[in-house]
């Protein structure tokens, strides 16, 4: 069966040291994939998403940048993290017409 | 371009109370449409979904959505509110057909069940 991995479930970092958050899939192949972020009282924002390898997708300008060095991975980073970065992300990868499926969430604490 | 309309950040009924959450979207495609509840601090996880076909769906836990194209509504319902609903819940529309699909969800609506 397809699962997600997504790790850490938390972190605390302060302003101005580097992220990297990393997503796998298992149990399928060249899977779309996708970073959410979900500010405090707010809804999912789609942050970047792929479709294949080295292909990356940005929705929305900002601190961060994301990665997909193989089929399964997907990986969420920042040079720098801002005050505003906090939040919770999320993974998820599409399966076609059942919909996408989400990781437990990472959630960061910029201090 | 697809997007999502969640009435009410927040709805609160009784315990036993029907359930309605409502979600109207907006798309230039025929729409998939889901619904999904978060609990404090997961992830998000699948209530139901509507592609193709009846537009009544069932889902998970006792709720069901209608999908009424007239309206470009979707609202979540539930005859009866039990406790453990209380949890946020996202209507979202994507374009499923595709090949680099995206998923738009709501904002968002908190439901409280009182006791």
């Known amino acids: 069966s397809q699962t997600i991995h997504q790790w850490p479930a938390t972190l605390v970092q302060p302003v101005g040291s580097p992220l990297s958050l990393e997503c796998t899939v298992e149990g399928t192949s060249n899977p779309n994939l996708y970073w959410y972020r979900q500010a405090a009282g707010r809804g999912l924002q789609l942050l970047f998403y792929s479709v294949g390898i080295g292909q990356i997708s940005s929705e929305v300008p900002q601190n961060l940048s994301a990665s997909r060095p193989q089929d399964r991975q997907f990986i969420l980073s920042s040079k720098k993290l801002l005050l505003s970065d906090s939040g919770f992300y999320l993974c998820?990868?599409?399966?076609?017409?059942?919909?996408?499926?989400f990781g437990s969430g990472t959630r960061l604490t910029v201090v | 371009a697809q997007s999502v309309t969640q009435l009410g950040s927040h709805v609160s009924v009784s315990e036993g109370a029907l359930v309605l959450l409502r979600c109207n979207y907006s798309s230039s495609v025929p729409p998939y449409l889901f619904w999904y509840v978060q609990y404090p601090n997961q992830g998000l996880q699948l209530l139901l979904k509507?592609?193709?076909?009846?537009?009544l769906v069932k889902g998970i836990n006792g709720f069901e959505a209608e999908f009424k194209k007239s309206e470009t509504s979707f609202h979540l319902t539930k005859p009866s509110a039990h406790m453990s609903d209380a949890a946020e819940y996202f209507c979202?529309?994507?374009?499923?057909?595709?090949?680099?699909?995206?998923?738009?969800f709501g904002s968002g609506t908190r439901l409280s069940i009182r006791p």
């Open positions: 998820a990868w599409h399966e076609g017409a059942g919909g996408y499926t």
């Open positions: 509507y592609t193709t076909g009846a537009t």
């Open positions: 979202a529309v994507s374009d499923l057909g595709s090949s680099a699909s995206k998923i738009i």
